[in-house]
């Protein structure tokens, strides 16, 4: 029977758990290598409660599958991870399937790389990372956290801010079968308070191990998931959610050689919604006024009826930021592989296919005429007008404005591989080489559809059967391709001189992204016209300045060296790490940057580059374990972007210099057999050197915003929490609790939101064996026990004031765990 999956180890069994354990890297190599070198002496490895600190020379933390287990079933693993010091997380709901703000030290999540058993998840255009399309965490060994620093085999270009490693759990070898039923509601002040809907959440959760069929190590898990609930917040959204996974897992020999592959599928329905100014969000909990988180759009609605001989024009019925869509089809094919070539010769093999199929946008004015250029008339994207020279309606005439939606549309292949070879020089000493491969083909688009009557969408990917214009082409508001491509060599050195362990590590990324940009640039924030099959003469004439459509092909790279060591005092353990960092600019600086191509030959945006320093100390016996670890960075050429999600786009600007500094801190202690409990804690300051210039004055003088000093906004300044356990026969009980500092909202630093409580209850009863060998457990999770009214995420702005979520309300949920 192989429960343990869905409930993990009671409290009680927790101590007598603590063997040898890798220290929790990202790749099968990485895996291999730090367990056989850094964790040499085995007494002191191993996790107090789900917490594990490996002795690394980098500031590491692991979260198991005992605390895992504990969180909301269904809950993305960003949500878990803020119980890791120096992250904060912000969800936009309590469930989980809906998305979320996320930092690592200040480092906003384009920055840090979260991998799935070494397939990189951050997007290849813009490194964004989607919290709602993350695994269900039923199927995880556990989450690893680097905070500031990557693996020396890292498939990244942007992770200068850290890595979130997520593991799959090894198929079991006995057959067995896992079941969860999850009912819960919002529980809330102010809750229909204004309207009166439903917001009950449910989800359901199986997965089946095969056990070893064939005798020889031959074994599988496959798992099935859905989720449905109302958005917690309006009277529309609808969160539907389908998930799929599997593991095949094959043990070769008896030294820990295998080959696995595993396969993942995740489809997601969701509309945006709880989007407000900073500075209403603000007001609102100002005047304690918490019904003001629900409210209520203009739902359901009628587009204008077509009349012929008539300029009809969009009444704006499903024009609602909440209606908007943001569906999303994604999916992979993860391998890893162990092989003992020699002896002390082993060569690790992790190949990876992805796709993704997305969107996110909403209602548009379509045109039924044309746009005019030196007496030429064109159909397309023009001046930010959808022209399409053609009867959109149906009335008979092409006068009018018509009611349509223009999502911005995505779909990626990327393929993967890391490999290593490791060799075993003493049992105390190691090296290895490793090949990092990344290509991903990005297509960016833009495809159009005509409203229905009641402002929906017929079909959530327009680009299935988009609108075409009177010129045979379908009309896109943007139309690019590029080819990210990612060959890293990394070489690294471990080896232990009796207490002391020495780390040398060196990465050399090549990093190229080709463009094709196949519209015309009008500006350098990026604005686009794009129009087909018609003579470009006449526009051009008329838009000198405009920037044709243009391949180029852009190139980076960069040593990155990785230092480190750690000295052991008996239980106490002194370490220090330097890594230096490379991000690369996203698609979206690079296509800004085409406005320069017919001006000037060197248009190529710069990269970020990061100089980190770790230093700390470990104290690690028997039932506690504690990390104290001080950082500072030095971040050069620091790029800022904020998302405006009215516009649908970002805006990129650049602060310079800026130093980065504070310290992490977390104790786990196990006072007795059926008692936990965790703290944790962290600082986190900024300062940006110079003032960034905003432009040119009416005079030509350059006009600048004073940053100089100030620090970054979106980011708490600091956070600390805590979290308890304990079992009281087949009862257990768990609290946590979280502060969240104050956050700046822009970089000038004249305007803040105050620092916010989180307090979750989760409760597990065992109900036993209730017949034939079969387990049950109730499982109850209260979220934001006192309903507490808090700013979300937001991702700061340079001098005023953007847009943020408002934070998700009291939520409960029970859940019934079924396994034999």
């Keep these: 029977m192989k ?137 995880l060994e556990e989450i690893n956290v680097n905070l500031g620093v990557t693996d020396v085999d890292s498939p990244t270009a942007s992770a200068v801010g850290g890595t979130i490693n997520i593991r799959t759990r090894e198929p079991a070898d006995d057959f067995g079968v896992t079941m969860t039923l999850t009912a819960g509601d919002i529980f809330a002040e102010g809750n229909n308070e204004n309207y009166d809907r439903s917001r009950l959440y449910g989800r359901g959760f199986v997965m089946v191990d095969t056990g070893d069929i064939t005798g020889m190590g031959t074994k599988a898990f496959v798992s099935a998931s859905y989720v449905r609930y109302n958005n917690p917040f309006n009277n529309y959204g609808v969160v539907d959610k389908q998930q799929y996974n599997g593991r095949i897992w094959q043990d070769i020999g008896d030294n820990g050689d295998f080959v696995s592959v595993s396969g993942h599928y995740n489809q997601n329905r969701n509309n945006f919604f709880g989007s407000m100014f900073v500075t209403d969000i603000i007001d609102n909990i100002e005047a304690g006024d918490k019904a003001s988180r629900f409210y209520e759009i203009n739902y359901p609605c009628q587009v204008d009826a077509p009349t012929a001989g008539v300029a009809d024009v969009d009444n704006n019925c499903g024009a609602e930021f909440d209606r908007r869509f943001n569906p999303s089809n994604t999916g992979n094919i993860r391998g890893s592989s162990r092989f003992t070539l020699a002896d002390g010769l082993i060569l690790t093999v992790d190949p990876s296919y992805q796709y993704v199929k997305a969107n996110g946008g909403g209602d548009e004015e379509l045109l039924e005429g044309t746009r005019t250029y030196n007496g030429v008339e064109y159909t397309g994207f023009l001046r930010g007008g959808y022209y399409f020279g053609r009867d959109l309606n149906g009335d008979g005439d092409m006068l009018d404005e018509v009611t349509g ?168 353990s002194v370490f220090a790490n330097y890594a230096k960092g490379l991000s690369v600019p996203g698609t979206d600086e690079l296509y800004d940057s085409l406005f320069f191509s017919n001006k000037t030959d060197d248009f190529q945006p710069d990269e970020e580059t990061t100089d980190s320093f770790d230093v700390g100390l470990r104290f690690q016996s028997g039932n506690v374990q504690a990390q104290i670890a001080g950082w500072y960075t030095k971040y050069s050429n620091r790029r800022a972007t904020a998302y405006d999600p009215i516009l649908d786009e970002s805006i990129t600007r650049n602060l310079g210099q800026v130093d980065k500094y504070g310290i992490d801190g977390s104790v786990m202690f196990q006072p007795t057999n059926n008692t936990l409990l965790y703290v944790f804690g962290s600082i986190n300051e900024s300062e940006i050197q110079d003032d960034v210039q905003l432009g040119v004055d ?123």
């Design 3 to 139: 429960f343990k999956y869905l409930l993990a180890a009671s409290v009680v069994s927790t101590a007598s758990a603590m063997v040898a354990a890798p220290a929790a890297a990202q790749s099968t190599g990485s895996i291999d290598f730090e367990d056989s070198v850094i964790i040499v002496s085995g007494a002191r490895a191993g996790d107090v409660g789900g917490v594990e600190i490996p002795d690394t020379p980098k500031a590491k933390q692991v979260l198991g599958e005992e605390i895992i287990r504990r969180q909301r079933p269904g809950q993305t693993v960003n949500d878990i991870v803020n119980l890791v010091p120096g992250v904060s997380f912000q969800n936009n709901d309590p469930w989980g399937s809906s998305g979320g703000s996320f930092t690592i030290r200040g480092f906003d999540d384009s920055r840090i790389s979260q991998t799935l058993d070494g397939l990189p998840l951050n997007d290849s255009g813009n490194y964004a990372l989607y919290t709602n399309q993350q695994v269900d965490p039923e199927i």
């Design 405 to 572: 939606n223009d999502p911005s549309q995505t779909r990626t292949h990327r393929f993967g591989v890391i490999a290593g070879l490791a060799y075993e020089i003493t049992p105390d000493h190691r090296v290895r080489l490793s090949y990092t491969y990344d290509d991903a083909n990005h297509r960016q688009t833009g495809q159009t559809s005509v409203a229905l009557a009641n402002g929906e969408i017929a079909d959530v990917f327009p680009i299935n059967n988009p609108e075409i214009t009177a010129d045979g082409f379908a009309l896109n508001k943007r139309n690019r391709q590029s080819y990210a491509t990612l060959h890293q060599v990394s070489g690294e050195y471990r080896g232990r001189f009796g207490d002391f362990t020495a780390v040398l590590g060196l990465r050399a990324p090549f990093f190229s992204r080709e463009l094709n940009q196949f519209c015309y640039t009008t500006s350098a924030s990026g604005f686009v016209d794009c129009f087909e099959n018609q003579d470009p003469t006449a526009y051009e004439a008329a838009n000198p300045n405009a920037a044709p459509p243009i391949s180029v092909e852009y190139k980076y790279d960069k040593l990155l060296p990785n230092v480190g060591a750690v000295y052991e005092f008996g239980d106490v």
């Design 698 to 820: 009416a005079a030509g003088n350059p006009t600048f915003a004073p940053t100089a000093g100030k620090n970054e906004s979106g980011t708490p300044l600091w956070s600390v929490g805590a979290r308890g356990q304990i079992a009281l026969g087949p009862v257990e009980l768990g609290a946590q609790v979280k502060h969240t500092g104050k956050r700046w909202v822009n970089d000038i630093n004249d305007l803040s939101v105050d620092g916010y409580t989180l307090v979750d209850l989760d409760v597990r009863v065992r109900l036993g064996e209730y017949f034939n060998g079969k387990d049950a457990a109730l499982q109850f999770n209260v979220t934001n026990l006192f309903d507490e009214f808090y700013v979300g995420g937001f991702g700061g702005d340079l001098d005023g004031v953007g847009f943020a979520q408002m934070g998700p309300p009291r939520a409960a949920t029970v859940s019934l765990i079924l396994g034999y």
